[in-house]
């Protein structure tokens, strides 16, 4: 392979990696007094496709999810002895980590905040 060949192939391969259409959505669930939730469950969900992907807060409550595709997003969160919250219509754009801070409230299982 010639020297401008394997440039020109190189090059095409950054281009392809940096055009991914990738976001990441990051944050920490807390209580009504403010204390850290772990082992809280975070879905996203897409409607559109119905892709969903899901983490569990740490002992800090923070979670992380990475390599999530662009658009429109669901999130729900739901830990035992709280009531699960459903966001609506959350929008993560190519290249963004969306902080997205939450709070619980005790209450049923069962029971869900919109």
């Known amino acids: 392979m010639s020297k ?3 440039v020109t192939w190189i090059l095409g391969l950054s281009c392809c990696f940096a055009q991914a ?3 990441a959505l990051t944050g920490t669930i807390t209580d009504a007094s403010e204390a850290a939730v ?3 469950r975070v879905k996203v969900v897409y ?15 923070v979670f ?8 429109v997003c669901h999130v729900e969160i739901s830990a ?6 459903k966001t ?9 980590t ?10 049923a299982v069962e029971s869900a905040v919109e």
């Open 21 to 23: 259409d990738l976001a």
């Open 80 to 85: 035992s002895g709280f009531r699960t919250i």
């Open 47 to 61: 409607h559109g496709t119905g892709l969903s992907r899901e983490t569990i807060s740490s002992s800090s409550g």
């Open 98 to 107: 969306r902080k997205l801070d939450l709070k619980l409230d005790v209450g």
């Open 38 to 40: 772990p082992g809280a």
């Open 64 to 71: 992380r999810l990475s390599a999530l595709p662009i658009g």
């Open 4 to 6: 401008k060949l394997f």
């Open 88 to 96: 609506e219509s959350i929008v993560l754009s190519v290249g963004e």
